[in-house]
């Protein structure tokens, strides 16, 4: 099983150039075409938050437009540059919540792995957030009877990355409930994966793989300093796809540039001698 991972789109209404200066929607057209031409092809497509920039109507109106060449199934998370309903209302397929339901808290049944989607927006604010009620959410659906393994996805990554103005909007109340959560089945949860940083990250959390996804359009800046300037780069556009073994019981995780680059060039030549 596929599992292509695109986060922090922030489209702007009428393509406007996000921070006046990043084409998000040129940059996720370029990433819809990349994953349709991927041989194989995803099986599923998780959207891990900040799709839009504002999170107004016209901005979700502009991604289905672009969404309309992805013609493999598509969930999504939103971020903290979202609005629940303008995008539930864009998106009622890839938003599957239960009537009445305040948060985008879903669970994926369709393939050998349980796709959970977790909603850490707290309106207004660029911190994320898990309340009680939604912990509580989880823990139910973890109690079900369904031996399948997991994988959840939300936005804002429960870990400090030493990115420092990164750091100080991460998941915050709530994040240790999560971790008890994810502790007590760390057997069946073979990944969490997040977006919000803008980068490729990887460890170890609550005993289970955690990853953040880099953006399809621009990158936050590679500072560790403490202090650090809250900045990005125009590093190359990116997705993580994960590889999930069912058999091995395995998930892997590659990262794939988007842009495309010279090549692929043979190592052999046409007689089968190495190239020198
Ligand atoms: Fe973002
Ligand atoms: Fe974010």
């Not at 901005?59 to 539930?88: Q, S, W």
């Not at 709530?174 to 990887?202: F, M, N, S, T, Y």
């Amino acid at each position: 099983m596929l599992i292509a991972q695109l986060t922090d789109l922030h489209i702007g209404a009428g393509r406007r150039l996000a921070y006046r200066k990043v084409d998000t929607a040129g940059a996720l057209e370029n990433a819809v075409a990349y994953v349709m031409s991927m041989e194989p092809r995803p099986d599923v497509v998780l959207f891990t938050g900040d799709i839009g920039d504002l999170g107004t109507p016209d901005e979700y109106a502009l991604v289905a437009e672009i969404l309309k060449d992805l013609t493999i199934p598509y969930f999504m998370v939103p971020g903290n540059h979202d609005c629940r309903a303008p995008l539930c209302a864009a998106f009622p397929d890839a938003t599957p919540v239960a009537s009445g339901q305040a948060f985008v808290n879903y669970v994926v049944d369709d393939f050998d792995l349980r796709l959970i989607a977790l909603d850490t927006l707290e309106e207004g604010k660029p911190g994320g957030v898990l309340p009680t009620e939604q912990l509580d959410w989880l823990r139910d659906v973890l109690a079900e009877e369904d031996e399948r393994d997991c994988l959840i996805f939300l936005h804002h990554p429960p870990i400090l990355t030493g990115i420092t103005h990164m750091d100080v909007q991460n998941l915050g109340a709530g994040a240790d409930g999560l971790a008890d959560i994810v502790r007590a089945h760390r057997d069946r949860i073979r990944a969490i994966i997040c977006g919000h940083v803008h980068r490729p990250i990887h460890t170890i959390w609550a005993g289970v793989p955690l990853s953040i996804g880099p953006s399809v359009a621009h990158q936050v800046a590679f500072d560790l300093r403490v202090g650090g300037a809250s900045a990005f780069v125009m590093e190359p556009p990116a997705l993580h796809l994960h590889v999930w073994d069912a058999d091995q019981k395995n998930l892997m995780t590659h990262m794939a540039y988007i842009d495309r680059h010279d090549g692929p060039h043979p190592f052999f030549d046409e007689t089968g001698k190495l190239i020198v």
